[in-house]
């Protein structure tokens, strides 16, 4: 079968290193679809330069239905919560959600993002050197002074951690010197994150979650249906850059990516293929971008929607109903 479970690599500083290109790759094909109209973006040019070649119209519609449908879960649930909430981006990369939350006035008590500490570094060298993206940190602070260093930045309603997922404790401790607070409602979000670690050390990080907080929602998008010929190949594609998926195990299936959460302590789990969130995405808006591209390829667009997914996790022993959130 080909999506079975991979020893993870023995170098592991090669592998890591692998995992980290995979934000470059994630945040210049952002950067593309944003430049051609697919979505406004505003702040990703400060993080990332035009890409000098075209992507393909299939990876700029599989973007804006990623970002599109983990945005509608997004602020659902802040909604949910009126934003007395606290947000955990794992594996943030160079996301500029944080600054688009404070131009909507949807900023949550507190936005947290987590990744490895040469991303974490590069992203707050950007910080610190263009104002556009500094301001905004200094204008919704408030209170004890900014911390704000090579390595870390700390403000009273964004923080940036230098961490490795792997190593739940360190990663629990750093949280907490950025004042996590566990009797907040929680929004975890992981996007092409848990495949990357073997299933051991996602199933801690999903029970750390589901056991650390009183109300939590987790939000995952990643790789579905990868037992198939065309999961095969993408499998093979990120091998030959020594990008291992250790986890696939966990995504063979919407099944399987459902049921390791409920096993690891959340209550409710839903898992749909980027194919279906894409048709449900409002029909002017997808009608406006399918303009933006001629598509000559529809039949690769949904080999590809179909296997990428969405999944929504949520544990609510408060009754915020968050049970009730959707696409």
């Known amino acids: ?22 934000c470059d790759d994630a945040s210049l094909c952002k950067r593309y679809a944003v430049s051609v109209g697919y979505w406004k973006d505003p702040y990703i040019e400060y993080f990332v330069r035009q890409p000098k070649e075209r ?16 945005s509608q879960l997004l602020t659902a649930f802040l909604k949910k919560t009126e ?32 990744d490895f500490p040469s991303i974490a ?10 104002p556009p993206l500094s301001k905004p940190i200094m204008e919704s602070h408030s209170g004890e ?31 907490k010197k950025c004042r996590l607070d566990p009797h907040l409602p929680t929004l975890l979000v992981a996007e092409c994150v848990l495949i990357y670690m073997t299933p051991e050390h996602s199933s801690c990080l999903l029970r750390w979650a589901s056991s650390t907080f009183s109300a939590a929602m987790f939000i995952n998008y990643e790789q579905v249906n990868m037992a198939d010929r ?17 986890g696939v195990e966990d995504c063979r299936t919407l099944e399987t990516q459902s049921a390791r959460f409920l096993a690891n302590g959340w209550e409710t789990a839903n898992t749909m293929d980027m194919m279906k969130v894409y048709s449900r ?21 949904e080999q590809l929607m179909q296997h990428y997914c969405l999944c929504w996790a949520t544990k609510d022993p408060c009754c915020l109903g968050l049970a009730e959130i959707g696409l």
């Not at 079968?1 to 995979?22: K, Q």
């Not at 995405?281 to 667009?301: C, G, Q, S, T």
């Open 1 to 22: 079968m080909a999506a079975t479970s991979r020893e993870p690599p023995r170098d592991t500083d090669v592998y890591d290193e692998a995992v980290r290109g995979t």
């Open 83 to 114: 934003c007395n909430c606290q947000i955990i981006n794992l594996g943030a990369g160079l996301d500029t959600l944080f600054w688009k939350l404070k131009d909507e006035n949807l900023l949550p008590q507190k936005y947290f993002e987590v």
């Open 121 to 130: 570094t590069r992203k707050i060298h950007n910080i610190k050197s263009k």
């Open 55 to 70: 992507k393909a119209p299939e990876i700029s519609r599989g973007y804006y239905a990623r970002v599109q449908g983990v």
């Open 281 to 301: 995405l409002p029909p002017a808006d997808v009608k406006r971008i399918e303009a933006l591209e001629f598509l000559d390829e529809k039949e690769l667009l």
């Open 230 to 246: 065309f999961g095969q190949i993408m499998i093979e594609n990120l091998q030959s850059r020594q990008c291992n998926l250790v």
């Open 145 to 175: 002074s900014l911390l704000i260093d090579a390595h870390s930045l700390d403000s009273s309603r964004y923080a940036i951690i230098a961490a490795d997922l792997r190593e739940l404790p360190k990663l629990e401790e750093s949280l």
